[in-house]
């Protein structure tokens, strides 16, 4: 990963820096509110010697106490500095506490000590640290006194008792916020690179085009965006008809004429890996797009598991391709239409779906439809769960593989490819589903602006009312539950010319 991969990375899980951005900032909030605040009280010492008559004596001694007094700072915090400080201030607490509460630190290239005593009253610091600054220039002189001279040669003298600190040293409310803000955004942005390197799903389309040529799989035949408003309007031209959605499905009508130049596809299966990829409305929008073009269009559903299509169009659903199959209806008598293109719904949920999806039978519905219409669109069940789509690869022309945008896996796809080979039939290509709006490297931006004018589109939907045919701007609504009834393929038929190009 170079620097433009790791910004990438950031950005799309910038949720989970900012939570841990966040919640790092509360803990030091909650550190600088939680702690008992602490004084800091200083004394400083000036250590000198009393001998040295001349200038050469005073820069021995002078240099003597220079090296001398980086042990003295060792020793502040000794039973002999800490016992008669707490006997004579009354302190409730042993040597070792004391000591604790007590640092000291030499000036470098200087003769001075600095004494800083801690505690959670600022008088008594400042009491505190006064008496061992006292008491440690006594034992420091003690300790340099020789045995046969008259007084010890160093001296230590207190050049800037302690103050009684005015504001406590800790907590500091603002190094513990950024300590918890930078804690926070590191943690969020390790956390970040880390699900992205055990992420294993197919993020962007030129992951899914790199996997399928690694795989030696089929094309990539385009991307659909996502819209949230996707489950109150199915079809995507019927909410907006030069929408991001409406060209994606529009790309891959036009895409799936170039797969086969010679034999273009006739019966075309669209499936997924497993459920929840939007195979559904992939089969449902690929259907409108083609009749959008002017072809004859009928949309199977053999999903006979979790069947979906006529409940999202609004269509009857108690009778469909299981009634044909059984025998107790013909095609014509419970096809279905949405104004646009017809539907075979999957009836009822039968036992055994596999071994219908494999039977005469259900060659026979094919073979009846591909007599009516110029293209059919197959809804099929998940490829991996169950073997009901690998059923039917013998009497389909080929397949389209949905991968769903950060959600299906590599390893998913290239399973549900391996399963689809060995049926026979083809895969034509795979299409990247509920890819983010943004884009990839702004890969959708012309969808935004390259809509028709608003004046050239009034004309066109008024030249096309006088002529008295419907505006393709305006489509006929999908029927509702109540209104709709099985139709013959007159209903299919009715003003429709019989195109092959779509």
Sequence with gaps: MDLRDYLRVLTRRWRVIAALALLGTGLGVLATYAVTPEYRAATTLFVSMQDGADTTQLNQGNVFTQARVQSYAKMAGSPLVTRPVIRSLGLRMTPAQLARRISASAQPDTV??????????????????????????????????????????????????????????????????????LSGLALGAGCAVLRESLDTSVRTSQALADLMTKADGPPVLGSIVHDPRNARQLVAARYDMHGMRAEGFRQ???????????????????????????????????????????????????????????????????????????????????????????????GA?????????????????????????????????????????????PMVDGYVLVVRAARTSRTQVTAALDTLRRGGTPVLGTIFNMAPQKGEEGA???????????????????????????????????????????????????????????
């Design 252 to 346: 891959l009508r036009t895409n799936l004429r170039f797969v086969d130049v010679d034999r273009a596809p006739k019966v075309i299966a669209v499936t997924s890996a497993l459920p929840g990829e939007g195979k559904t409305s992939v089969a449902v929008n690929l259907a409108a797009a083609m009749a959008e073009a002017g072809a004859r269009v009928c949309l199977v559903e053999t999903d006979l598991r979790r069947p979906t299509v006529a409940r999202a169009l609004g269509l009857v659903g108690d009778a469909g391709l299981t009634s044909c199959l059984i025998g107790q209806a013909d095609v014509q008598q419970v096809l279905q239409s949405t104004g646009t293109f017809s539907v075979l719904t999957s």
């Design 444 to 502: 959708y931006g012309y969808a935004y602006t390259y809509r028709p004018q608003r004046h050239t589109t009034g004309a066109f939907s008024r030249l096309l009312r006088n002529q008295g045919h419907v505006t393709p701007a305006e489509p006929p609504a999908l029927h509702s539950a109540s209104a709709v009834r099985p139709t013959g393929m007159d209903a299919v038929r009715n003003g429709k010319p019989s195109h092959s190009d779509w």
């Design 112 to 181: 001075l000590l600095r004494i800083a005593v801690t505690d959670t009253e600022p008088r008594r610091a400042a009491l505190i640290s006064n008496g061992v600054a006292k008491r440690f220039a006594d034992v420091i002189s003690g300790l340099e006194w020789p045995a046969n001279a008259r007084y010890s040669p160093v001296r230590l003298s207190v050049t800037e008792p302690a103050a009684t600190p005015t504001a406590p040293f800790s907590p500091r409310p603002l190094v513990n916020l950024a300590l918890g803000l």
């Design 349 to 393: 949920v039968p036992p055994n779906p596999a071994e219908l999806l494999g039977s005469e039978q259900f060659r026979t519905v094919l073979a009846t439809l591909s007599e009516e219409f110029d293209r059919i669109v197959i809804d099929t069940s998940p490829v991996l769960p169950v073997a009901d789509t690998a059923a039917m690869a």
